[in-house]
């Protein structure tokens, strides 16, 4: 109410109106909106984090059946770093701490496209029902993707890599010691993904302003809307909450919630950066085969969605 009512007080005392004052009016609310909840949020999970650093999560990993493992490493996802590209670390030192590959390869997939942030987030875009689907549904991709890798021994084509030691003894720290790393992380992590956010935002702005409704609905619906998301999403590279703002634009002009999801998660989940240091732990095979997998889950997910919804 306070974001609504400041957003409102910008707009007039700028004597805006039409289409200026809604762009305006969306970009200043949908931004105090984001990073006030980003700010408490990633603090808020950086703290628990430090409960579960690289090596007790390899210790806990080790061993389990593998539909478990599956959906731990999921779920670990979500509560992990902010795009693909900041992901790729804790990639690598699940890897060298030998956790199977399946596993790994089902967190990297899972990690950019769903975190808690972007949950808190999308229910003011989608609602709560359509939240827990995606939500339900980047899982099912990231299991099956880990899981049809793994079947397909394709772990053959990790490269020879030194990953360090991953059995180095760390103290437990303190609290003031875990508040501080949680602040000093949600810190880094928010001044990187903020100017996402703010273009994001911009973007959606002015969709949400000036562009038509009958251009959504015209050319980007149907069955083709959907590829076309997945197929301009992938070489895109920003973090899910910078695109979240435009997505909420497009569906509040007609765009299929399905599209708009598949456009959402393969933005995330994939892109050329990504791809380009995964180069260096992985061959090309690999790579093609990773980015296929999880383009044809996305594929499924938002035709499906539109089907249904």
Not at 107 to 136: D, K, R, W
Not at 245 to 270: D, H, N, Q
Request: charged fraction near 15%.
């Amino acid at each position: 109410m306070v974001f609504e009512q400041f957003a409102t007080w910008v707009v007039e005392a700028l004597g805006l109106t039409g289409a200026p004052r809604a762009a305006v009016h969306f970009w200043v609310y949908d931004t105090l909106k984001i990073v006030t909840l980003l700010v408490a949020v990633i603090f808020g999970v950086g703290y628990l984090r430090t409960y579960f650093p690289p090596e007790k999560i390899r210790d806990y990993l080790s061993g389990k059946r593998a539909i478990t493992g599956y959906l731990l490493a999921a779920l670990l996802g979500i509560v992990s770093p902010f795009c693909s590209c900041s992901t790729i670390p804790i990639f690598l030192g699940m890897v060298g701490a030998g956790i199977p590959f399946g596993v790994t390869m089902t967190f990297l997939a899972v990690s950019p496209m769903i975190n808690e942030a972007a949950l808190v987030v999308l229910p003011g875009v989608v609602g709560i029902e359509l939240t827990a689907l995606y939500a339900v549904s980047g899982i099912a991709i990231g299991m099956t993707s880990g899981f049809v890798l793994n079947k397909a021994g394709l772990d053959r084509y990790i490269k020879e890599f030194d990953f360090g030691d991953s059995d180095v003894d760390i103290d437990e720290p303190t609290h003031r010691e875990r508040a501080r790393q949680a602040y000093v992380e949600a810190k880094d992590i928010i001044k990187e993904i903020i100017p996402y956010v703010v273009i994001g935002v911009g973007l959606g702005a002015v969709i949400h302003g000036f562009v038509p409704q009958t251009i959504v609905t015209e050319y980007l619906s149907g069955p083709l809307g959907v590829f076309g998301a997945v197929a301009v999403g992938v070489p895109i590279y920003t973090n899910i909450l910078g695109v979240i703002p435009v997505v909420e634009s497009l569906i509040g002009k007609g765009l299929p919630v399905g599209t708009g999801l598949a456009f959402m998660m393969s933005v995330a989940a994939l892109s050329l950066p990504q791809f380009m240091i995964l180069k260096k732990v992985m061959k090309k095979e690999l790579i093609a085969a990773f980015a296929a997998t999880v383009a044809t889950g996305i594929l499924i997910i938002g035709l499906l969605f539109n089907l249904l919804l």
